[in-house]
């Protein structure tokens, strides 16, 4: 028997998931975890969403989003990122997002590890958006600013937008008159939007180099290291 995606059913000893389903965290969990390795849904408000394959735009586009926040963190003692991790933000979401960057817990941070998943939230969350803008400019966001994910990177490949949002206090992150954007979890961690969007690689990796060099990064290397408990 198939779905609506043409997708064969597994066995009821496998439960499946299907687009739509309702469930709580620990349902999600366990049907996942019987699903194919290739198979990726995530369960946001209780919800399950299966998402498209991506597309190239998609994956160069995160390629050099995790390649900023893998920057940072190999500069900055104490924080680490990831891409597509398992991310438990509460009983009701088992999220994936496209990266993430977070201070560790025994850096202080407010996500701690889990049965090898993260679980609460990560600092920064961030998602490149095409077919899934609709998800990403809402109800994920709602989802990531109730269950305290600080800073939320949303860029767009269709229509080309970048939003950097300081979740907890409901603003923006404003670029500066160079089209940069800093942020204010993670100092040092520059992001020249306009560049990103046009496309322009090794400015946004510049950009990020200066950021890395800045006074406020290296005060924030040294505020880390006073938070380390072990």
């Not at 990726?40 to 919800?47: F, S, Y």
């Not at 104490?78 to 025994?106: A, K, Y």
């Amino acid at each position: 028997m198939l779905n609506h995606s043409g997708r064969s059913r597994l066995s009821l000893e496998k439960q499946s998931l299907y687009n739509g389903d309702k469930m709580t965290q620990r349902e999600f969990h366990k049907a996942y975890s019987a699903m194919p390795e290739s198979f990726k849904a995530e369960l946001i408000g209780g919800m399950v969403h299966e998402p498209p394959p991506p597309s190239l735009m998609h994956a160069q586009e995160n390629s050099l989003i995790i390649t900023v926040l893998k920057t940072y963190s190999l500069h900055t003692p104490g924080t680490q990122s990831g891409s597509n991790g398992t991310i438990i933000l509460s009983d009701e979401d088992e999220v994936q997002p496209d990266s993430f960057l977070r201070i560790q817990p025994e850096f202080g941070g407010q996500s701690s590890n889990w049965r090898r998943v993260i679980k609460g939230a990560p600092e920064l969350v961030a998602e490149v958006s095409f077919t899934s803008r609709a998800i990403d400019l809402h109800i994920k966001k709602d989802r990531y600013t109730k269950f305290g994910v600080q800073e939320y990177i949303v860029s767009c490949i269709e229509p080309r937008l970048f939003y950097w949002f300081a979740l907890q206090r409901g603003d923006v992150l404003a670029m500066d008159k160079d089209g940069i954007c800093r942020s204010e979890s993670f100092p040092g961690l520059w992001i020249n939007a306009e560049s990103l969007l046009s496309g322009r690689e090794p400015e946004v990796l510049e950009t990020l180099l200066l950021g890395l060099k800045s006074l406020e990064h290296a005060q924030f290397i040294s505020e880390l290291r006073t938070r380390k408990t072990r």
